[in-house]
């Protein structure tokens, strides 16, 4: 661990994931899957769980050595394969109750010069292969959450002109302070700021809107909204009934947005970093839901890659509101990982919605959920399409107009 990382913060970010985060209940079985850089703050995770009487923890990790070794030695048809049988054992861990938690800390431009092909074949293996685990997830079923890690590839990114240690230390102090983690009491903390979003919750729930309409620079956008559409935010009890904290940080609502009631343009507000490449200035027209036209300006054929992934990858699946006034906003950093830099901006994602998004979501098929609005995917791929430029309303049944944001804030 570099000396530049808090070890005292690390601690606290460890503890906070461990009882606020996924809240793990005793006896109960945590998964985790990190960066193998990220091993200092996955043996604080433990310590924790255990504290906590949790059952058996169980790291999976990666390395992004072992990861560039296969893209630079191993033979063609490797790219179209994934673990099956690594998803399908987390799948029956969650079946069996586990709980789980992914540690995020890569390098984000780790895959950046290698064949974009390949990258976007493996990239769709490893999601089908997935799926079994990730359903769970998807589905709300049990209580997870993600957290993050200052790598030290990844610190370099965010702060290039910087001493390698040094830049650990900033990106562990940013870190520390999107994920509320200051003061005498964090959880308290996220107890304050959990109520602040359910009451945007409540307002967004009890209006009932039809659609959004986004305006702004490159952005005119009317957004349908699924029936039976339930926005969320904050901690929320997985069907399991333990209420935890899918992300840390958090700023956003969000909702499933209707996959065939898209239509109009947008464009991004911050870069994507997707699959060790980083997609900028992501410009896109939707027509009935689908993404008929996509331009960027650095990234563009990694883009078109995930647009064809499935039939779902070219509509969206999720919408988020986040104030433009956010503390990652205000910072100011763009930290080329989605876990921040969705904090810091309104989004849309590509791809599978949350079936609990929808009401009674949990209890529907996919061809239901289908015939509410609600997309489905192999992929979710969040990104950022908000700013102190952007304005939306929300539009009734009845057609009415109701200001929800003005110049990125709420109204």
Same mark, same amino acid.
């Given at each position: ?9 690390? #601690? ?39 504290? @906590? ?20 030695? @191993?033979?063609?048809?490797?790219? #179209?394969?994934?673990?099956? $049988? ?63 890690? %200052? ?9 290039? #002109? ?19 983690? #200051? ?40 957004? *349908?909204?699924?029936? *039976? ?7 929320? %009890? @997985? ?111 590509? *791809?599978?919605?949350?079936? /609990? ?5 949990? /209890? ?9 609005? *609600? ?34 804030? $709420?109204?």
């Amino acid at each position: 661990m570099s000396d530049h990382i808090d070890p005292a913060k690390l #601690d606290r970010l460890a503890e906070v994931a461990v009882r606020t985060g996924v809240n793990l209940q005793p006896g109960q079985d945590l998964v985790i899957t990190a960066p193998m850089a990220a091993l200092p703050l996955v043996r604080r995770i433990a310590v924790h769980a255990y504290k @906590a009487g949790g059952g058996i923890v169980t790291p999976f990790f990666n390395d992004d050595a072992i990861t560039l070794a296969r893209y630079e030695n @191993a033979p063609d048809e490797s790219f #179209d394969r994934a673990p099956n $049988w690594l998803f399908e054992g987390m799948a029956a861990a969650f079946k069996g109750g586990a709980a789980r938690m992914a540690i995020t800390g890569d390098d984000p431009m780790l895959l950046a010069d290698q064949d974009p092909e390949k990258v976007a074949r493996l990239s769709k293996a490893t999601s089908i292969a997935a799926k079994p685990a990730m359903d769970p997830i998807v589905g709300f079923e049990v209580n997870w959450n993600i957290v993050a890690y %200052p790598g030290a590839a990844w610190a370099s990114r965010v702060y290039p #002109d910087l001493p390698v240690e040094e830049a650990q230390g900033k990106l562990m102090d940013a870190i520390y302070a999107a994920s509320r983690l #200051d003061g005498d009491d964090p959880v308290a903390n996220w107890a304050e700021h959990t109520a602040t979003l359910k009451e945007r919750v409540n307002w967004l729930n009890d209006h009932n809107f039809s659609a959004l309409h986004y305006t702004g620079p490159g952005t005119d956008l009317h957004l *349908g909204l699924a029936d *039976g559409h339930i926005w969320k935010g904050g901690a929320s %009890p @997985a069907l399991n009934g333990v209420v935890c904290q899918p992300n840390i940080p958090t700023e956003e609502v969000f909702t499933c947005p209707h996959a065939y009631k898209v239509d109009g343009t947008v464009a991004a507000t911050k870069p994507l970093a997707h699959q060790g490449s980083v997609i900028e200035n992501i410009a896109v027209r939707f027509e009935a839901g689908r993404i008929v036209e996509a331009t960027a300006t650095k990234g563009a054929d990694v883009l078109n890659a995930l647009l064809k992934t499935d039939d779902g990858a070219s509509r969206i699946g999720e919408v988020a509101l986040v104030p433009h006034s956010s503390p990652i906003s205000q910072s100011g950093t763009l930290f080329f990982n989605t876990l921040f830099d969705e904090n810091a901006s309104c989004h849309i994602a590509l *791809g599978q919605c949350y079936a /609990d998004t929808i009401e009674g979501g949990s /209890d529907l098929s996919p061809e239901e959920i289908k015939q509410k609005g *609600g997309n489905q995917s192999i992929i979710h791929v969040d990104w950022m399409m908000g700013s102190d430029a952007v304005d939306i309303d929300g539009i009734t049944k009845t057609g009415e107009r109701v200001p929800v944001m003005r110049s990125g804030e $709420w109204a």
